[in-house]
């Protein structure tokens, strides 16, 4: 029988007023006749995907199509062992029967494909098995087996029926489990977004919950998913915070360098060093275990190569060609956790975000400006003294976009009030930096606003309005 021959048959299979049986075509060599005959007029017809050996030269020819068409049931495609899954994702039969398999390992490895969970139930009719081997295939997404040389049509029907209860029961225990995980992974992101909101706002757990609730009414979401929009958005924000602080800390690293050279509080100098050397690290370590996207990634390898060369150039001996060295290095770790920051802003995709990346900005511009100042004192020559207006400058506008942002609260104008007022004294210092009193004004007031900055980072981090973004 021709291609086209067979999918007419296949078509007459199906047609409701069948009068003769018909049968697959011959494959490899040899033809299974009558296996795919139908009962006549049957309403319960089950449709059957038949899975035959590649090649059984001693096959029945009769005798499997009778028990078939007795069973009420007929095949409507063809398959070996090797198209099984292709043909049942084609043809989508009712249920796949494996008769007389020539390799039971070779049937295992295809049933992988399924994953124990095929899209319809799976018979097999075979030679006697070892208990060990049903295990497995059960495993495997088998769901009923029968001795080939006892199978009659009473026995096929009733392994088609048993087949078809466990695989629906199974299917109904797979929903059941997947809706059970999933709420289980909903109330997680709830409990993470009301414990977030509660320290943010320093309400109870009703009240975080009624703000959840309602946004996601607002946003017509479940509140899982608002939830989990809620935690990711913390996410974001804390990493853009965590990157800005590598931009502060590469100019904080060449100040106390710098300091130290000067002889301007060592002893405290060598203690923030090694402060800010083991915050680095922390910083990289947590960015490197977050889902970043591709050009995150790209951007923290970018980090930690800049940032390794500037450790290096750390540890030689403080001279003034060695802080020439490490400002270079420092420089290069800048403009490298600058692109990191900016990455995870756009990653973030959400507008708020920004306001927690400008503010991270002005702890680096504190740090640049001090270190600037120092440098051009004691370098005579270098090109220190030409970025400082431009740090100022740049420092003023972000301060004063800051002041003017709607995301505000009274403990966030009380911080950016008193930043202003230790902003004063740094620029005195920055003006007085060739007298030693002028150094000293200018490292203190440059930790000062470090950590005002920091305080003020960290509040926009939390802040109800970036969480809820």
């Given at each position: 029988?021709?291609?086209?021959?067979?999918?007419?048959?296949?078509?007459?299979?199906?047609?409701?007023?069948?009068?003769?049986?018909?049968?697959?075509?011959?494959?490899?060599?040899?033809?299974?006749?009558?296996?795919?005959?139908?009962?006549?007029?049957?309403?319960?017809?089950?449709?059957?995907?038949?899975?035959?050996?590649?090649?059984?030269?001693?096959?029945?020819?009769?005798?499997?199509?009778?028990?078939?068409?007795?069973?009420?049931?007929?095949?409507?495609?063809?398959?070996s062992?090797?198209?099984?899954?292709?043909?049942?994702?084609?043809?989508?039969?009712?249920?796949?029967?494996?008769?007389?398999?020539?390799?039971?390992?070779?049937?295992?490895?295809?049933?992988?494909?399924?994953?124990?969970?095929?899209?319809?139930?799976?018979?097999?009719?075979?030679?006697?098995?070892e208990?060990?081997?049903?295990?497995?295939?059960?495993?495997?997404?088998?769901h009923?087996?029968?001795?080939?040389?006892?199978?009659?049509?009473?026995?096929?029907?009733?392994?088609?029926a048993?087949?078809?209860?466990?695989?629906e029961?199974?299917?109904?225990?797979?929903?059941?489990?997947?809706?059970?995980?999933?709420?289980?992974?909903?109330?997680k992101?709830?409990?993470?977004?009301?414990?977030?909101?509660?320290?943010?706002?320093?309400?109870?757990?009703?009240?975080?919950?009624?703000?959840?609730?309602?946004?996601?009414?607002?946003?017509?979401?479940?509140?899982?998913?608002?939830?989990?929009?809620?935690?990711?958005?913390?996410?974001?924000?804390?990493?853009?915070?965590?990157?800005?602080?590598?931009?502060?800390?590469?100019?904080?690293?060449?100040?106390?360098?710098?300091?130290?050279?000067?002889?301007?509080?060592?002893?405290?100098?060598?203690?923030?060093?090694?402060?800010?050397?083991?915050?680095?690290?922390?910083?990289?370590?947590?960015?490197?275990?977050?889902?970043?996207?591709?050009?995150?990634?790209?951007?923290?390898?970018?980090?930690?190569?800049?940032?390794?060369?500037?450790?290096?150039?750390?540890?030689?001996?403080?001279?003034?060609a060695?802080?020439?060295?490490?400002?270079?290095?420092?420089?290069?770790?800048?403009?490298?956790?600058?692109?990191?920051?900016?990455?995870?802003?756009?990653?973030?995709?959400?507008?708020?975000?920004?306001?927690?990346?400008?503010?991270?900005?002005?702890r680096?511009?504190?740090?640049?400006?001090?270190?600037?100042?120092?440098?051009?004192?004691?370098?005579?020559?270098?090109?220190?003294?030409?970025?400082?207006?431009?740090?100022?400058?740049?420092?003023?506008?972000?301060?004063?976009?800051?002041?003017?942002?709607?995301?505000?609260?009274?403990?966030?104008?009380?911080?950016?009030?008193?930043?202003?007022?230790?902003?004063?004294?740094?620029?005195?210092?920055v003006?007085?930096?060739?007298?030693?009193e002028?150094?000293?004004?200018?490292?203190?007031?440059?930790?000062?606003?470090?950590d005002?900055?920091?305080?003020?980072?960290?509040?926009?981090?939390h802040?109800?309005?970036?969480?809820?973004?």
């Amino acid at each position: 029988m021709e291609t086209g021959d067979f999918t007419k048959a296949v078509l007459r299979y199906t047609a409701p007023s069948i009068t003769q049986d018909t049968c697959l075509p011959p494959r490899f060599g040899f033809a299974y006749a009558a296996t795919a005959c139908l009962v006549r007029n049957s309403p319960f017809m089950i449709r059957l995907l038949l899975v035959l050996p590649d090649a059984d030269p001693d096959a029945p020819r009769d005798v499997l199509g009778q028990v078939l068409a007795d069973a009420d049931a007929a095949a409507i495609g063809w398959a070996s062992c090797d198209t099984m899954v292709q043909e049942a994702a084609m043809l989508a039969p009712q249920q796949v029967l494996v008769h007389r398999p020539a390799s039971i390992p070779r049937l295992q490895a295809v049933l992988q494909a399924w994953a124990g969970a095929p899209p319809q139930p799976v018979v097999l009719v075979s030679e006697p098995l070892e208990p060990r081997m049903h295990e497995e295939l059960v495993g495997l997404g088998v769901h009923a087996w029968a001795c080939a040389d006892t199978l009659d049509a009473a026995g096929l029907r009733g392994l088609l029926a048993r087949a078809q209860a466990r695989w629906e029961r199974e299917g109904a225990l797979r929903d059941t489990l997947a809706r059970s995980l999933a709420h289980l992974d909903e109330r997680k992101w709830v409990d993470r977004a009301k414990g977030l909101l509660m320290s943010a706002r320093g309400i109870g757990e009703d009240a975080a919950y009624g703000l959840l609730r309602g946004a996601a009414m607002h946003a017509n979401l479940r509140v899982g998913e608002l939830s989990r929009s809620v935690v990711e958005a913390a996410q974001w924000a804390e990493a853009i915070n965590r990157a800005g602080q590598l931009r502060m800390l590469s100019q904080r690293l060449v100040r106390l360098a710098a300091q130290m050279l000067a002889g301007v509080e060592v002893r405290r100098s060598r203690v923030l060093r090694a402060e800010s050397i083991e915050r680095v690290k922390d910083n990289l370590d947590h960015l490197a275990g977050l889902p970043l996207d591709a050009t995150s990634v790209q951007a923290l390898v970018g980090v930690r190569s800049a940032w390794e060369a500037l450790d290096g150039a750390l540890s030689a001996r403080l001279s003034p060609a060695a802080l020439a060295t490490i400002d270079a290095s420092a420089e290069a770790l800048l403009g490298a956790a600058e692109a990191l920051t900016d990455a995870l802003e756009s990653s973030g995709g959400r507008r708020a975000l920004h306001i927690v990346n400008l503010c991270g900005r002005q702890r680096m511009r504190v740090q640049r400006l001090a270190k600037d100042a120092l440098l051009a004192a004691m370098l005579p020559g270098g090109a220190w003294s030409a970025h400082l207006p431009s740090t100022m400058d740049a420092f003023e506008a972000s301060l004063l976009e800051l002041e003017r942002a709607p995301l505000s609260s009274p403990d966030i104008r009380t911080a950016l009030s008193g930043a202003r007022d230790e902003w004063l004294k740094l620029v005195r210092g920055v003006r007085q930096a060739e007298r030693a009193e002028g150094r000293i004004e200018l490292v203190r007031a440059s930790e000062v606003l470090v950590d005002t900055f920091d305080r003020l980072t960290a509040s926009y981090e939390h802040s109800l309005q970036v969480i809820m973004s």
